[in-house]
């Protein structure tokens, strides 16, 4: 079974520390909160950012044997150190006090051997009903898979002020909870499991092509997103089919990473790829999700989504890739989940079925949303179309405005290259 966390090879020692400090933040913020209960949510913060902080500063001139370890005992250390000095300010629940039960709880709680589990249940317990599901999403996203206002408020193509106020919401619900629920009865996992399977979708993309000034693949991150969805398919009370359809969508899609960078770090287009690298493993993993995803008798977003995945995953090239049905599956996707991203990429789509002029006209229709203003490959979407319908002039000012809003490195170089190739 190929490992999706080794896909791709433009990885540093500092990206390898980020993703590590994700994880455990968000190991965690799950295993402290549902011992201390959501009241405590701020006392977890602080013993996880504090356990970071020390792990940062200790680090500094070489990692330690079992740097997993070393947070797990520097978080259990903090949080009986917060708890016994401040103990009247702290409500814990009633089996815990500060005495020697206190130590041995934390130490049951923070056990790796339930890491994932323990996550997913999380992300169930914390979609409280009284909060929208867009609150849901980032909660989980914050809490529970370590990202960054700002990575979430560019994942929903919103500005950070947004994500901040659904944050202080959302924090403020569930520290007015006297405990999280354990999320077993099957109507509320039906109810609860469009949001967290929508986090998941967003903790993948920002893996696959995010956010991150210095690490535009963070194949860690999309790895994270694979183990947390198949934990959902094993679990009982899960729409299995639709958790499936998602699994299919994250490993084929996954399978590409080793080819979306070149030796420099810069982006491959999906035309310049080099197929032969694509993970045929993680393409095998993915189509037997997708068989099991079609049991079903519905057809939702994430089998339309996965199936336009499927479709580029088997095709030996971008000539020989079943463009119509593609389309059509944009078509059809844009009727259960309108959104720019997916109006974009069908464009992209229907430039190669009907030619560039059928995909700019698309595009420019596009051009008025707000949320698309400061996404650098909407403006380079334009610019391609341009470029291969003969008209570099036009091109050229749209690569350049791509290139004022890039976010990293990768982005940047790609963006320079294509400027570099127009025809004066």
Same mark, same amino acid.
């Given at each position: ?26 190991? $965690?913020?799950?295993?402290?909160? +549902? #011992?201390?209960?959501?009241?405590? /949510?701020?006392? =977890?913060? &602080?013993?996880? @950012? ?116 659904? $944050?202080?919401?959302?924090?403020? +619900? #569930?520290?007015?909870?006297?405990? /999280?629920?354990? =999320?077993? &009865?099957?109507? @509320? ?236």
């Amino acid at each position: 079974m190929a490992d999706p966390d080794r896909a791709g090879d433009a990885r540093d020692g500092t990206g390898l520390v980020e993703d590590l400090f994700r994880r455990e933040s968000a190991h $965690l913020v799950a295993s402290l909160t +549902r #011992l201390f209960g959501p009241s405590n /949510l701020a006392l =977890v913060e &602080d013993v996880v @950012q504090d356990a970071l902080l020390a792990a940062m500063q200790a680090w500094q001139f070489g990692l330690p044997r079992d740097p997993k370890a070393w947070i797990l005992q520097a978080a259990k250390n903090r949080a009986i150190d917060i708890v016994r000095r401040d103990r009247r300010l702290v409500s814990l629940p009633p089996e815990l006090d500060a005495g020697s039960n206190l130590a041995g709880a934390i130490d049951s709680a923070l056990s790796p051997a339930d890491d994932g589990a323990n996550q997913v249940a999380m992300m169930f317990s914390i979609c409280d009903e009284g909060l929208s599901q867009e609150t849901h999403v980032t909660l989980i996203l914050r809490l529970l898979c370590g990202l960054g206002p700002r990575e979430i408020a560019r994942a929903f193509l919103l500005d950070t002020q947004t994500i901040d106020r659904r $944050l202080h919401r959302g924090r403020l +619900r #569930l520290a007015q909870r006297g405990g /999280l629920p354990d =999320v077993t &009865d099957a109507r @509320q996992v039906r109810d609860r499991e469009p949001s967290v399977l929508q986090a998941l979708y967003l903790l993948f993309s920002e893996g696959y092509h995010g956010s991150n000034a210095e690490h535009p693949l963070r194949p860690a991150m999309c790895a994270d997103a694979i183990r947390l969805v198949e934990l959902m398919v094993e679990q009982s009370g899960t729409d299995h089919v639709e958790a499936h359809a998602l699994a299919a969508l994250f490993c084929l899609d996954a399978a590409r990473l080793p080819a979306r960078l070149d030796d420099e770090g810069v982006f491959v287009p999906l035309a310049e790829q080099d197929r032969a690298r694509w993970d045929r493993s993680l393409i095998d993993r993915g189509l037997v999700h997708l068989a099991a995803a079609a049991t079903g008798e519905r057809v939702g977003r994430w089998h339309l989504e996965a199936g336009i995945a499927c479709e580029h995953a088997i095709a030996p090239s971008v000539e020989a890739t079943d463009w119509s049905r593609i389309v059509d599956w944009y078509d059809r996707l844009l009727l259960v989940a309108p959104g720019p991203i997916v109006a974009l990429n069908r464009a992209l789509a229907l430039a190669e079925l009907r030619g560039p002029d059928a995909g700019r006209e698309a595009l420019v229709a596009l051009a008025h949303d707000e949320r698309l203003s400061n996404y650098p490959f909407f403006w380079a979407a334009l610019a391609d179309v341009e470029r291969r319908a003969g008209r570099p002039a036009d091109a050229r000012p749209l690569y350049q405005r791509a290139l004022a809003v890039s976010r990293n490195g990768a982005e940047r170089e790609s963006f320079k290259r294509r400027l570099a190739e127009l025809p004066a």
